[in-house]
């Protein structure tokens, strides 16, 4: 196993493979933190097995087919691809990013993200603490998540001020309807 020490504050690709890729998400804390997103690569079209045999395809042309490449016949008939394909499912996203203070210029790099988690140590009650600490509140990691476009907002990271969670979700829901609370063993469907 190797590690690899980061200091870069532009995000970096520091994994690729044919199915994801890992990017970082530089956050700002008190001291140097990153933040990553995970992302689906888009996979090949959904071979629609009667449809191809229907034509009596050759094996040899199904791996084209997913590529999206049209058919055409002995007798020079064309076979749209999306007669013999369906779409693949939309590639998958998720972005985590755990002690920053309120950080908007990131919500490019998590555009359109499946699911984000975002710290949210405050509610705006305790705003004033952000700053210095380097957290933010459950509002502004809503404003993070509707700037973004992201699907699903999950929360943590909370302050043991506060004796009920509700706060948090209730206060990120004023600006970013789907927010959810983690919680210990909590799992969400993406």
Excluded: W
């Excluded at 629609?48 to 007798?75: A, F, Q």
């Excluded at 992201?150 to 600006?175: C, D, M, N, P, W």
């Amino acid at each position: 196993m190797y590690f690899h020490e980061l200091s870069s504050d532009q995000p970096e690709l520091i994994y690729e493979d044919d199915k994801v890729s890992v990017e970082t998400i530089p956050l700002e804390h008190r001291i140097y933190v990153n933040g990553y997103l995970f992302k689906e690569k888009k996979e090949d079209r959904k071979l629609l097995i009667k449809e191809v045999e229907k034509y009596d395809i050759d094996v040899s042309y199904y791996n084209s087919i997913k590529k999206g490449k049209d058919i055409l016949l002995e007798d020079g008939t064309r076979i749209p691809n999306r007669q013999l394909t369906a779409p693949p499912p939309l590639p998958k996203s998720y972005a985590f990013c755990s002690d920053t203070v309120y950080k908007p210029d990131i919500t490019e790099q998590l555009k359109g993200a499946t699911a984000l988690y975002h710290e949210s140590t405050f509610q705006e009650d305790n705003r004033d603490l952000c700053e210095p600490t380097k957290h933010s509140t459950a509002k502004q990691a809503a404003m993070i998540a509707k700037e973004a476009e992201a699907e699903q907002l999950i929360l943590g990271h909370y302050s043991s001020r506060y004796k009920s969670l509700e706060g948090f979700k209730t206060e990120a829901q004023t600006v970013f309807e789907n927010s959810h609370l983690s919680e210990d063993g909590k799992v969400f469907e993406i």
